[in-house]
């Protein structure tokens, strides 16, 4: 049963146009989202994260946007470039654990030139 | 430049053998983690350690066992490898900041299980 879904296994985009990945999630407890960004061979890496009491975040070309109420959250990169082409993993957890992070299975951005 | 380390970065072996897959990290972090994935696949905790001497089961079950006598240092050991331990296993430790916790992984292991 999974807890963090990432339903698109892939996504394409243009260099220099916007990039959306999206998650949702189903467990209303999650007080904490965070995106991961893993390399082939490499272990992930942390990108961006948000607070339940927010629903922006933004960190240079990344913001994160949370929809509390559709529990869903969505990643937007812009402008995306060729070096952004990696797997974008969503998680959430409560209470602040990282023992309790869930992972979704991840959505595989390729960024064309 | 990482500051936790995962080896080997690659491994294959032969079914029945014991293999130990290091993982150290000089950050000084109470907590280190070990994951599994498989491609395509979500990352799922197969254990944790709060501290020196804390071993803690994750949520999915792992044939695997691990021990933690230095903070630093968090070796996971599979005592006879079969073909369905074939898969990535992520190393990580994490530290508070702005009263969050964030993960920081090492490379990674590929185990390959003949």
């Known amino acids: 049963d999974q807890q963090v879904k990432q339903n698109s296994p892939s996504l394409s985009v243009q260099e220099g146009r916007i990039s959306i990945l999206n998650c949702d999630y189903t467990?209303?407890?999650?007080?904490?989202f965070l995106w991961y960004k893993k390399y082939p061979a490499e272990g992930p890496t942390f990108l961006i994260s948000?607070?339940?009491?927010?629903d922006k975040n933004e960190d240079g070309r990344f913001t994160v946007f949370l929809n509390k109420s559709a529990k869903h959250l969505s990643l937007h990169i812009v402008p995306s470039q060729p070096g952004d082409s990696a797997v974008y993993f969503c998680?959430?957890?409560?209470?602040?654990?990282?023992?309790?992070?869930?992972f979704g299975k991840g959505t595989k951005l390729t960024v064309n030139p | 430049e990482a500051d936790i380390y995962q080896t080997p970065r690659y491994l294959v072996i032969g079914t029945g053998k014991k293999i130990t897959l290091e993982c150290s990290q000089t950050?000084?972090?109470?907590?280190m983690y070990w994951y599994q994935q498989d491609p395509g696949m979500e990352l799922h905790l197969i254990h944790y350690?709060?501290?020196?001497?804390?071993?803690e089961k994750g949520d999915l079950s792992s044939e695997s066992t691990v021990s933690r006598i230095r903070t630093e240092h968090f070796p996971l050991t599979l005592e006879s490898a079969r073909p369905s331990h074939t898969s990535q296993y992520l190393c990580?430790?994490?530290?508070?900041?702005?009263?969050?916790?964030?993960?920081?992984f090492g490379s990674g292991t590929q185990l390959s299980v003949l």
């Open positions: 948000i607070s339940s009491i927010k």
């Open positions: 998680a959430a957890t409560f209470q602040g654990g990282s023992e309790k992070l869930v």
């Open positions: 350690s709060y501290g020196v001497n804390s071993t």
């Open positions: 467990n209303s407890m999650f007080d904490y």
């Open positions: 950050m000084g972090h109470d907590k």
């Open positions: 990580a430790s994490s530290a508070t900041e702005k009263l969050q916790e964030k993960l920081f």
